[in-house]
């Protein structure tokens, strides 16, 4: 029988050694030590009709002969896992040494946000803060707290886009509904700008678009005067349009300043000679501005008794166009690429 049991150990030692796969070495391991029918189990059954001392050195042997079986079926086992493991490895190599592929469209900013970029720093190194306002705005913000009562005339020159379902909800129409938000969160003195999108339920042409961007700024403080606002707005044209820029104020009404003003600049392209751009009036529009109304500065928990303020008004989608050269509105919200990728 230990003659047997050491045949038993060769010829398992080499069948395992000659397996190739997980599933042929689990077939092995059944046929070699099954609890039924298994080579060495099949032998062991012999063990009983031994006696004494043979049985003792026999069952001794069997047991190493079966733990020698059963270490180099293991030893397979993680020789065949490594070596998927390694194929795996193998098809998902990565070669750090070859060169990148060459990128062929690289993404850039739309031109609203070079210019509103711009602005922000250029506003940042004067000290404003850079604010942001929610697009989807209360009636109360957007009209009310800045002087626009329910019956207020104003209302009707903004074609708001309301939402259905929620009568106290607009689209908001300028970003001059960021005016109270921002004195009611950082109080007086005050120095931001917010700029973003607006909406106006407008019949689109080249001139008219129901989406387009403004630039808002407040500056409330005990002194602040009306040569403050336009020493600063005198600033950002000459920034956007060229030192030899010219600014000039002219009276206008909006319920939420007193005075208003509406500000153009020299047209930077006939030098205000007249021409195709400033409709032969050398001047081109881009803001509106004035003092603070009192009673916005009240809604914003500020006491115009002791403050008061300017604020401004950019249409940055304009100032886009002006600075590129884009004569049709539209175009900017189009997602026309042929467009796009020029700037
Ligand atoms: N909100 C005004 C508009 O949309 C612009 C403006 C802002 C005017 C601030 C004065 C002061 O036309």
Same mark, same amino acid.
């Given at each position: 029988?230990?003659?047997?049991?050491?045949? %038993?150990?060769?010829?398992?030692?080499?069948?395992?050694?000659?397996?190739?796969?997980?599933?042929? %070495?689990?077939?092995?391991?059944?046929?070699?030590?099954?609890?039924?029918?298994?080579?060495?189990?099949?032998?062991?059954?012999?063990?009983?009709?031994?006696?004494?001392?043979?049985?003792?050195?026999? $069952?001794?042997?069997?047991? !190493?002969?079966?733990?020698?079986?059963?270490?180099?079926?293991?030893?397979?086992?993680?020789?065949?896992?490594?070596?998927?493991?390694?194929?795996?490895?193998?098809?998902?190599?990565?070669?750090?040494?070859?060169?990148?592929?060459?990128?062929?469209?690289?993404?850039?900013?739309?031109?609203?946000?070079?210019?509103?970029?711009?602005?922000?720093?250029?506003?940042? =190194?004067?000290?404003?803060?850079?604010?942001?306002?929610?697009?989807?705005?209360?009636?109360?913000?957007?009209?009310?707290?800045?002087?626009?009562?329910?019956?207020?005339?104003?209302?009707?020159?903004?074609?708001?886009?309301?939402?259905?379902?929620?009568?106290?909800?607009?689209?908001?129409?300028?970003? =001059?509904?960021?005016?109270?938000?921002?004195?009611?969160?950082?109080?007086?003195?005050?120095?931001?700008? =917010? =700029?973003?999108?607006?909406?106006?339920?407008?019949?689109?042409?080249?001139?008219?678009?129901?989406?387009?961007?403004?630039?808002?700024?407040?500056?409330?403080?005990?002194?602040?005067?009306?040569?403050?606002?336009?020493?600063?707005?005198?600033?950002?044209?000459?920034?956007?349009? $060229?030192? !030899?820029?010219?600014?000039?104020?002219?009276?206008?009404?909006?319920?939420?300043?007193?005075?208003?003003?509406?500000?153009?600049?020299?047209?930077?392209?006939?030098?205000?000679?007249?021409?195709?751009?400033?409709?032969?009036?050398?001047?081109? !529009?881009?803001?509106?501005?004035?003092?603070?109304?009192?009673?916005?500065?009240?809604?914003?928990?500020?006491?115009?008794?002791?403050?008061?303020?300017?604020?401004?008004?950019?249409?940055?989608?304009?100032?886009?166009?002006?600075?590129?050269?884009?004569?049709?509105?539209?175009?900017?919200?189009?997602?026309?690429?042929?467009?796009?990728?020029?700037?």
């Amino acid at each position: 029988m230990q003659s047997k049991l050491e045949q %038993l150990k060769t010829e398992a030692l080499l069948a395992v050694k000659a397996i190739k796969d997980k599933i042929g %070495l689990e077939e092995l391991e059944i046929k070699l030590l099954g609890r039924k029918g298994g080579e060495l189990t099949n032998l062991l059954k012999g063990l009983k009709d031994l006696s004494g001392e043979a049985r003792k050195q026999t $069952g001794q042997l069997a047991n !190493e002969v079966k733990k020698e079986i059963e270490e180099a079926l293991a030893a397979k086992k993680h020789e065949l896992s490594a070596k998927e493991m390694g194929g795996l490895l193998e098809k998902e190599s990565i070669d750090i040494t070859q060169p990148s592929l060459p990128i062929k469209a690289r993404g850039h900013f739309h031109p609203n946000t070079l210019i509103q970029n711009d602005l922000e720093d250029f506003f940042s =190194s004067m000290g404003f803060m850079v604010l942001d306002g929610p697009e989807l705005e209360s009636d109360y913000y957007n009209f009310t707290a800045v002087n626009i009562p329910a019956t207020h005339p104003a209302r009707d020159s903004h074609d708001t886009f309301y939402i259905k379902g929620h009568p106290d909800w607009v689209m908001r129409t300028h970003t =001059s509904s960021v005016q109270v938000r921002a004195m009611q969160k950082y109080g007086a003195p005050l120095r931001m700008i =917010s =700029s973003g999108k607006c909406f106006r339920n407008e019949a689109t042409d080249v001139r008219h678009e129901h989406t387009f961007y403004q630039l808002e700024g407040v500056v409330v403080g005990k002194d602040v005067n009306f040569a403050h606002m336009k020493g600063v707005l005198e600033a950002v044209c000459q920034h956007v349009f $060229g030192p !030899e820029t010219k600014m000039r104020l002219r009276p206008k009404f909006y319920p939420f300043v007193e005075p208003g003003v509406n500000g153009e600049v020299t047209c930077f392209l006939c030098q205000g000679k007249g021409c195709k751009l400033c409709k032969q009036t050398g001047w081109l !529009e881009v803001f509106g501005a004035g003092m603070v109304h009192p009673n916005v500065l009240k809604e914003g928990g500020i006491d115009p008794k002791v403050n008061q303020g300017f604020a401004f008004g950019f249409g940055l989608t304009r100032l886009a166009m002006l600075k590129y050269g884009i004569e049709d509105i539209r175009l900017l919200e189009s997602g026309n690429m042929k467009f796009l990728e020029q700037f």
